[in-house]
């Protein structure tokens, strides 16, 4: 034997928390990098960075236009995505019987690891083609065909957590409010939904994160337009999300120029917004356990 | 009775919206199925691709995807491991515990084009491994190392706190306490959670674009420095590009492939993680 | 002479509140030793402190001097792990590992002395002859240990424990969980096992500190009240709150 029982314990304890730090030390380190990478770019902008319409490479870098693009179509995909979903953790929740419910949950978790390139291929194939003709359009490759398929990606996910958030309300107060006359709708409505608040909250928060980061299926038909539609709320227009723009332009940029501390600034604007989406997201979902 | 009529159409409502949502789902991924089946033969599997996708099949793409997600898993599953029993068996400081869990649970959501383009400008620029496969399977690989570490974590931490004390009792030092209780008891939460980082990684597209993938010219990679060809970025390729209704039927096809393969590693990963709540339950 | 056990003035404290305060004691060797007392008074955490069991529960502080065979066990490089094979701890619910009644008994054995493999069957059948399980279990060493019945896990506990080769064992409630039956088969184990042991228990029968114990600790929120021999505390408290407890008791 190489090492005596003692000195084994010595090396793995060694070996893990090397490892550990490794793994944290690079993570951090890639962040530093992301800030670092980003500043020439705010330091030649400034707050016109972030508010700026008007995106040429080698003129100006207004990062307008994607930050738009990207809160509204997370946003609408969560709106008209987020009845469903409550209803389908409702249903699997509160009236399933477990082996339903189980079977329920089993394929969201088989729908919430489809690839986004998969969504992409639908999206280009499907959805596109059916939005074109079904507002008579000439492009279907729209702000609004992004939200839709977007929905359709987050959908398993909001279910799936807001199904948990449900479910972690004890039995005791379904009881209770039963045995108080209460029928099992308006137990869920008075008792369950109140208590899950927080758990909720939490699931709609990691799906906003998820929504926002998604590159490929966005990519493939927001339609790539860097300018904000006339009039604003104008959703068959093309335009373009924070990913989706890194995604077309990174390949072409990579490694150098201002074009490069661009991206990376929009990858810092991206990665804060989803940052600050997911932690919220995380400590509803502690906070929903924890009661 | 008026109160039991609202009830039953509140019902109905809700059951329709759920089934609805639902059922989209399920009807527009069969089309996948719908639309790919039809490419799927021995060919498509076998032979390399052609003709701008064209003609032949998908094989190379398929060992690229393959190669990349079991690199990754190979990559961070020991650093998965490390820092999961390094927060749950060496860590002591309660305030540090709670940020590394909050951390490693909100990388999860990080956007996964951020990993490739930092883990380009990292591993690719910096460290000299350019556009490779080899850049792939790290980039990967920190990109999935949450997705393990979550899984195992949670498995580890729930194992029942006198299990430990039984074995600490006993004189078991804290790393044959890790290898004859911690481990043997998280064994299906480290299998559930390999699982879902090799699904993970078979399918993520954003991250490995431009870090680690060639459209035409590449196959099996002869050395770390290659790029190798996949099924993600074929698929994206070819619905960006192809106008030839044979190769957009073989952009469905591989399609077809990619969603088989990450389906059976989550189904085996649920499998998994069903035998993991039964030994709790007992 | 040494005692096996010597507590000078100990204090625990559990995030700043003390769980233990001014606590000394002795224990002659090869006796049996109770402790009781009322709920919360922290006779579990004695037991504990005495293994060093709270190491890992964060905000656990000890001070004081605690010896077991005559050495300062919270001194700077002692090793815990030799310390817990020389200081066997039971607990109120037996742990059984997922794993075969065999595997079981060794399984403290197997990591102190990985290389006397194959004196394992030998030592096994030893360790459950001495905790009188032998003959219920020696035709299905290699079935699963979760399916003995609770009063024999419990027994297959201290077997487990007696194979590392403790001098001291600390017992906590070790038969509040059993049917009567199996705590008579406990007790009288206790019994048994002095003549090679120093044993603690602590128990919330009176009826048993009095059948198995010498000596009798009393304690009242985290501090010794009275310590004796058990039949003159029981007929003579000294301590009102002694009476006060084994009079309560008695009626209740």
């Known amino acids: ?291 | 009775m008026k109160r039991g009529l609202v009830e039953k159409a509140a019902m109905a409502v809700l059951g329709i919206m759920a089934g609805m949502g639902v059922l989209v789902l399920v009807l527009i991924l069969a089309e996948v199925f719908l639309r790919g089946g039809g490419a799927l033969d021995a060919g498509f599997f076998l032979e390399e691709s052609r003709d701008f996708g064209a003609a032949g099949g998908v094989r190379y793409q398929i060992t690229g995807t393959l190669l990349l997600m079991v690199g990754a898993a190979a990559l961070g599953l020991p650093l998965a491991l490390a820092g999961a029993l390094f927060q749950t068996e060496y860590l002591k400081s309660p305030g540090l515990k709670r940020g590394l869990r909050l951390l490693i649970y909100s990388l999860n959501g990080v956007p996964t084009i951020l990993f490739g383009l930092l883990g380009y400008l990292f591993f690719g620029i910096y460290l000299g491994a350019g556009v490779s496969w080899l850049t792939g399977v790290l980039i990967l690989a920190i990109m999935i190392l949450p997705t393990i570490q979550v899984s195992v974590q949670e498995a580890i931490e729930a194992l029942p706190e006198n299990y430990r004390e039984a074995g600490g009792a006993l004189g078991l030092s804290r790393w044959q306490e890790i290898r004859s209780i911690v481990l043997p008891h998280s064994f299906f939460g480290i299998v559930t959670g390999t699982l879902l980082g090799l699904a993970r990684a078979a399918g993520e597209t954003a991250a490995i674009l431009f870090t680690a993938t060639a459209f035409s010219g590449a196959r099996f990679p002869a050395s770390f420095g290659d790029p190798v060809p996949t099924l993600q970025t074929h698929i994206l390729v070819l619905a960006q590009e192809a106008v030839n209704p044979r190769a957009i039927e073989a952009a469905w096809g591989a399609g077809c492939v990619l969603l088989i393969l990450v389906f059976s590693l989550i189904a085996a990963s649920l499998f998994f993680r069903s035998r993991l709540s039964m030994e709790f339950d007992r | 002479m040494t005692h096996a056990i010597e507590i000078v003035n100990a204090r625990v404290a559990y995030n700043g509140k003390p769980v233990l305060d001014a606590f000394s004691t002795r224990i002659r060797e090869h006796s049996v030793v109770a402790v009781i007392g009322p709920s919360g008074t922290g006779k579990s955490t004695l037991l504990r402190t005495l293994s060093r069991m709270n190491d890992r529960v964060p905000g656990f502080r000890v001070a004081g001097t605690v010896r077991i065979g005559g050495e300062d066990i919270y001194a700077k490089g002692v090793d815990v792990c030799r310390l817990r094979r020389k200081v066997g701890m039971i607990f109120q619910t037996p742990c059984m590992f997922p794993k075969s009644i065999f595997e079981n008994v060794i399984f403290g054995l197997k990591h102190q002395d990985p290389g006397r493999r194959k004196e394992f069957p030998d030592l096994a059948e030893k360790a459950l002859r001495r905790a009188s399980l032998w003959n219920e279990v020696k035709d299905r060493m290699h079935k699963p240990a979760p399916n003995l019945s609770l009063g024999q896990q419990q027994r297959l506990a201290i077997a487990r424990t007696l194979a590392v080769e403790p001098d001291i064992l600390l017992l906590d409630e070790p038969t509040s969980s059993l049917d009567p039956q199996s705590a008579l088969a406990i007790e009288a184990l206790i019994l048994a096992l002095k003549k090679d042991h120093t044993l603690l228990v602590v128990t919330h029968q009176l009826a048993q500190a009095r059948r198995v114990s010498d000596e009798t600790i009393f304690m009242e929120a985290g501090r010794l009240v009275e310590a004796g021999p058990t039949e003159t505390m029981f007929s003579h408290p000294v301590h009102p709150a002694t009476r006060a407890y084994l009079e309560g008791a008695r009626d209740a």
Do not use: C
Not at chain 1, 18 to 28: E, S
Not at chain 1, 72 to 99: C, K
Not at chain 1, 193 to 205: I, S, T
């Open chain 1, 1 to 291: 034997m190489l090492f005596k029982p003692r000195s084994i314990a010595v090396f793995f304890r060694i070996l893990v928390t090397a490892l550990a730090l490794t793994a944290t030390g690079l993570i951090v380190l890639f962040f530093l990098f992301l800030v670092k990478e980003s500043v020439p770019v705010f330091q030649a902008e400034g707050a016109r960075f972030l508010t700026g319409g008007d995106w040429w490479v080698g003129e100006s870098y207004g990062a307008g236009p994607m930050i738009f693009g990207s809160a509204v179509v997370t946003l609408l995909a969560l709106a008209m995505v987020l009845p469903f979903a409550l209803a389908g953790a409702v249903v699997a929740s509160e009236f399933l019987s477990p082996r339903l419910r189980w079977a329920m949950k089993s394929l969201m978790e088989l729908f919430a690891g489809v690839p986004g390139i998969i969504y992409g291929l639908l999206g280009v194939g499907v959805l596109a083609p059916a939005v074109k003709d079904f507002f008579g359009l000439i492009d279907g490759n729209t702000l609004l065909t992004a939200a839709l398929l977007l929905g359709l990606m987050v959908f398993p996910t909001i279910l799936t957590l807001a199904d948990d958030a449900l479910h972690a309300v004890p039995g005791k107060y379904r009881d209770q409010a039963q045995g108080l006359g209460l029928s099992r709708l308006e137990t869920v409505r008075a008792v369950v939904l109140p208590q899950a608040r927080a758990g909720l909250l939490g699931a709609v928060f990691l799906g906003l994160g998820r929504a926002m980061g998604e590159t490929i299926a966005v990519m493939l038909v927001i339609g790539g337009r860097d300018q904000v539609p006339s009039p604003w709320y104008n959703l068959f227009a093309p335009g373009q999300s924070i990913p989706s723009k890194l995604g077309r332009e990174a390949a072409e940029a990579v490694g150098a120029g201002l074009h490069w501390n661009a991206l990376l600034g929009l990858g810092l604007v991206l990665f804060l917004m989803v940052l600050g989406v997911t932690v919220a997201g995380q400590l509803f979902l502690n906070k929903g356990r924890a009661t």
